[in-house]
């Protein structure tokens, strides 16, 4: 046995990287498929879950970021630029922290989970909070990156979307097919277009007979695909994907259609409910934003979308310790108090409802 060597190198055949690529990686991929039997018995399908927050900084955006960075310095780029509600900034200062470049982050103000916030300053990113949302944000990088000598590494770089594309790469291997059915959050639409574009190329070389459905859910209060118009104040606890005017947002409509797809909204205490579920029954614990895969397969299910026997994969993003504050909060929206008692094993045998062993 080996150690894994990061995305761009054990797909460097299926990805633009050639000897002049300084590879900058962390390890990223690799993530496990976790099959998730509780899920099954409620949905009669075939579930597992692609569990993202495995990545070095807990999210999938590493394998957009190793070959963004990478290219980045192979172009010679000295400094990096992301707009972020999170997540993209934890990985663009990690990894250009790696390669000794410097990364600026625009992140809406007070809006990003504290987990997010702290990787970021930790690796010594140049944090800029904007006060507007993430579109904002964007726009300003993207301005920056035209006129200045920053690039950008948002999932408008189409680096970003050639790296995540290897996450459905791993999925055929481990299935030795597609799924029948892809399920997974939507912010900017990235991701469902990079998954849609690596089933695409699976089913091109002939390793897969077919392509998945991909099934795409954004939170009601941020769902412009869906409604089919920008959201100017995008609203939801989850903030990852709290975006109102997707950057990927014709690919997206365009894989929807190449693959019988599917756009859906979920209300905020749907997503909660899912997350509960999935930290509970399955034990995987996420974000909110990633928790919507889970209530987009439970919303679906019950609508008869699913049918019994169908492989499904839920991809979920992002790693629970980023945000953790949803996880004490019980299903009766009241904080979750664990009980206190003195040093006393009776006591908590007790409490426990623990009777004593004969
Ligand atoms: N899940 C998580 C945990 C995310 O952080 C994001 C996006 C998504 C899902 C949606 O992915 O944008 O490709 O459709 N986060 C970006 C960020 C916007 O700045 O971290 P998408």
Redo the contacts with the bound molecule.
């Keep these: 046995s080996r150690q894994w060597r990061g995305v761009l190198r054990e797909y460097a055949d299926r990805l633009d990287v050639t000897d002049a690529t300084p590879i900058v990686t962390l390890g990223e991929g690799g993530t496990p498929l976790i099959p998730a039997p509780a899920l099954s018995a409620r949905t009669g399908a075939q579930v597992y879950v692609k569990f993202e927050g495995m990545n070095p900084t807990g999210?999938?955006?590493d394998r957009g970021m190793t070959m963004a960075i990478s290219k980045a310095v192979e172009h010679g780029a000295k400094a990096v630029i992301?707009?972020?509600?999170?997540?993209?900034?934890a990985s663009a200062a990690a990894y250009a922290a790696h390669a000794g470049i410097t990364a600026a982050v625009l992140v809406p103000e007070g809006k990003i989970a504290m987990g997010k916030l702290s990787q970021a300053i930790a690796h010594n990113g140049a944090l800029i909070q904007v006060q507007g949302n993430?579109d904002d944000c964007l726009e300003i990088a993207r301005a920056l990156s035209a006129g200045y000598p920053v690039h950008l590494v948002n999932?408008v770089n189409n680096d970003r979307i050639e790296g995540q594309k290897t996450a459905a790469f791993e999925v055929v291997e481990v299935l030795q097919d597609a799924p029948d059915f892809h399920f997974l959050?939507?912010?900017?639409?990235?991701?469902?277009t990079a998954y849609s574009r690596g089933y695409r190329e699976e089913l091109d070389r002939g390793a897969t007979t077919r392509l998945p459905r991909m099934f795409g859910f954004q939170a009601s209060g941020s769902a412009p695909i869906v409604n089919g118009a920008p959201v100017l104040h995008p609203e939801t606890i989850a903030s990852?994907?709290r975006?109102g005017n997707?950057a990927?947002w014709e690919l997206a409509l365009a894989a929807r259609e190449a693959t019988d797809g599917y756009f859906g909204a979920i209300d905020d205490d749907k997503i909660l409910e899912a997350h509960r579920i999935l930290s509970s029954e399955v034990g995987i614990f996420v974000?909110p934003?990633?928790a919507i895969s889970v209530a987009g397969l439970l919303e679906r299910s019950e609508a008869g979308a699913v049918p019994a026997g169908a492989t499904v994969v839920l991809t979920v993003?992002?790693h629970g310790l980023k945000d953790p504050q949803w996880a004490l909060r019980g299903a009766d929206g009241e904080d979750v108090k664990p009980t206190v008692v003195p040093v006393d094993v009776t006591e908590v045998a007790g409490v426990l409802g623990l009777e004593k062993s004969a």
């Design positions: 999210s999938f955006k992301c707009a972020s509600t999170g997540n993209t900034s993430f999932s959050p939507v912010g900017n639409a990235g991701n469902y990852a994907i975006i997707p990927s974000e934003a990633s993003t992002g």
